[in-house]
């Protein structure tokens, strides 16, 4: 299915990981130390996995998104894998962006010392109600023109590794007197900002259920933040379009990297259920254990398949790409929790306690189905989308198909 130099390539990130990340993962619900992380990515370079995604003039292994997934599962087998290879949100999408639409410039200012791994930064989207969130039209944060920069006033939250980042990649709403030309888009603009700029100040930490990973989900306060315009990335008013061309690719990759940790939790079911002998057989014995195993082989390979359909589509397509992305999304963030639900359960007492790292591994992938659009938003986007297609269809003249009929012969 994949080309051998990916097989290739996912067989080494295999066995970096399970020989060198896993002897070295902190305690359930402690966070990664940033020096042993440092030591491991130095590793993951020497063993030629480091940062899979980026184009090896950046010191990456040249993956184009379609083959990424059996990388970024072997990464994700290990909760602080991603990290270590440099290839976890919310780096990994924002080198993304920045490769797609950096300036020359921006790309030796940003990209490059955060594929290098030398800085990291985070994506300043969501705000306080009511303004962005699962509604990204209700951005509240301003940028106005201010000499020959701009001035940014806001407040964000949940601005994931914000505390240790080097830089932030902010959405700001931009009105029409701020954007270039008579009739320019009165819609929202990009900006690259440096952290230690004046007025930019790290807010109140938010405690969320994830723990493994440095930097936290603060708030963000820009205020009076003066940039100049060569901080713009992009086009004056076109961030909404952009925010969709790095989301799209970032919805799957997360799915790529927790689909990995899933089925960590099933190997470690599976050994419990060889090995567990429970009113005189073995659990993998019974059926009720049986059953739930199934259910998560299922999920396990109905999410790869989706995933693979996905990120081939956003190579040709970006578009429908994009829109496949929201059920991929969907999808996997439920089945993902439902694997190592499973296993938490089939595990008894064990699984629920720290000698086992299944209840942390719950933590860790429960927030996925809200951040990025919740599963309820994105249902009720995929709905609309199918809505919208089949009526256009009927009103092209192309005929029903299947129609099913009530019990009154009415349609």
Request: hydrophobic residues 40%.
């Amino acid at each position: 299915m994949y080309p051998e130099s990916v097989e290739e390539l996912r067989r080494r990130t295999r066995d970096f990981i399970r020989g060198t990340v896993l002897p070295a993962e902190p305690r359930p619900g402690q966070a990664l130390n940033l020096t042993v992380r440092r030591d491991l990515a130095q590793a993951a370079r020497e063993a030629g996995v480091f940062a899979p995604h980026m184009p090896v003039e950046y010191g990456g292994q040249g993956l184009a998104l379609e083959h990424c997934s059996p990388v970024f599962q072997e990464a994700g087998y290990s909760p602080i894998g991603p990290a270590v290879l440099n290839c976890m949100a919310p780096d990994e999408g924002n080198m993304h962006m920045l490769n797609l639409i950096g300036t020359g410039e921006q790309k030796k200012r940003f990209l490059a010392p955060l594929a290098a791994g030398e800085i990291s930064s985070c994506f300043a989207m969501s705000e306080p109600h009511p303004g962005a969130g699962s509604d990204p039209e209700a951005l509240a944060t301003t940028a106005v023109r201010d000499g020959s920069g701009w001035r940014i006033d806001g407040h964000k939250r949940f601005t994931s590794g914000a505390t240790f980042a080097g830089f932030a990649i902010v959405m700001a709403r931009t009105g029409a007197d701020g954007a270039t030309g008579k009739g320019a888009p009165d819609g929202a603009t990009i900006f690259l900002v440096p952290m230690d700029t004046p007025g930019v100040r790290l807010g109140a930490p938010i405690h969320t259920t994830d723990r493994y990973l440095p930097g936290g989900h603060p708030h963000v306060h820009f205020d009076g933040v003066h940039v100049p315009g060569s901080a713009v990335l992009g086009e004056v008013g076109l961030g909404f379009t952009y925010a969709q061309l790095r989301l799209g690719p970032a919805r799957l990759t997360h799915c790529m990297r927790w689909l990995g940790l899933a089925r960590r939790a099933m190997d470690i079911m599976l050994d419990r259920a060889n090995t567990r002998e429970i009113f005189g057989a073995h659990l993998s014995q019974l059926g009720i254990a049986q059953e739930m195993i199934a259910q998560s082989c299922i999920d396990l390979e109905t999410s790869d398949a989706i995933i693979a359909k996905c990120a081939s589509l956003l190579a040709v397509d970006p578009k429908a790409g994009s829109a496949l992305s929201s059920m991929a999304k969907v999808h996997c963030s439920e089945a993902v929790y439902r694997v190592i639900d499973r296993a938490v359960q089939l595990c008894g007492g064990d699984g629920v306690s720290d000698g086992l790292p299944l209840a942390q591994y719950l933590n860790e992938v429960r927030p996925f189905r809200i951040y990025d659009g919740s599963t309820e938003t994105h249902k009720w986007a995929i709905a609309r989308r199918a809505v919208s297609s089949r009526r256009r269809a009927v009103e092209g003249g192309e005929p029903f198909q299947g129609a099913v009929h009530n019990h009154d012969g009415e349609r």
